[in-house]
């Protein structure tokens, strides 16, 4: 494996619901590779979202070492927790959180404009991003002039619009047809191998998932199978699927 770009030691997540504690993460131990492509798999309660949004910096574990790019991240404030966000990671979910009045091309530019970005640089940028996912003739579009997948195409590159290193991608095809997920995977796909961005999935779908690497397997808060893909499955659009 190169150079960890994630690394997890011993991660905790307790949460407080009234007298009861819930135990989310229970030690935690993983690390992820610069460059590497791999999905976090489990049932409903088994803490898959709790570990994306402590890898994602929008949660602070309860106790253990989170190292991203060897910066130990796991107990900063959330000033300099939202700084790291915006510079180093970019976040798809499975709904595309998009502004419904507001064109392809504004909705990429909107985390340049809370970066301080200058107006003509922001464009500049939204638009090399809209071309990156394959949409340079939609981008004066809004999202209901948009297929699904074309709005989570316009999510992954507002995503992108900061050059992060790390994409975590949450059910990115969950409200996408088969076709339409498709396409999702191949713009993840070629970011990850032309561009070498680490990119995390969590998915409900082993289809979807084949099209990673490494598959990590959650259970009850307890990473309980780490399965290295020998062939990940290459999207294609309108083809069968090698």
Excluded: W
Excluded at 39 to 48: A, E, F, R, V
Excluded at 69 to 81: A, F, G, T
């Amino acid at each position: 494996m190169s150079t960890p770009v994630i690394e997890l030691q011993n991660i905790t997540k307790v949460y407080q619901m009234g007298d009861v504690e819930v135990h989310a993460l229970r030690g935690v131990s993983l690390e992820v590779a610069a460059g590497e492509m791999m999905t976090i798999m489990g049932p409903s309660g088994s803490g898959k979202s709790t570990l994306m949004n402590v890898i994602g910096c929008l949660d602070q574990p309860t106790s253990g070492t989170y190292l991203l790019e060897k910066e130990n991240v796991s107990h900063l404030d959330d000033d300099r927790l939202a700084a790291i966000r915006n510079r180093q990671i970019g976040f798809v979910f499975q709904t595309f959180n998009l502004l419904a009045r507001t064109t392809a091309l504004e909705n990429v530019l909107l985390p340049l404009v809370y970066a301080g970005v200058g107006r003509a640089e922001r464009r500049e940028r939204a638009r090399r991003a809209l071309e990156t996912v394959g949409l340079a003739d939609r981008m004066n579009h809004t999202p209901n002039e948009l297929s699904g997948g074309q709005q989570q195409r316009v999510a992954i590159a507002r995503a992108l619009v900061n050059d992060p290193a790390i994409i975590l991608a949450d059910e990115p095809t969950g409200n996408l047809d088969s076709k339409s997920g498709a396409e999702v995977m191949v713009v993840l796909q070629e970011l990850n191998r032309k561009q070498g961005i680490t990119v995390v999935l969590v998915t409900h779908d082993p289809e979807i998932a084949r099209h990673t690497g490494r598959i990590v397997h959650l259970y009850d808060g307890r990473i309980t199978h780490n399965e290295t893909v020998a062939n990940p499955l290459v999207a294609t659009v309108g083809g069968e699927e090698t």
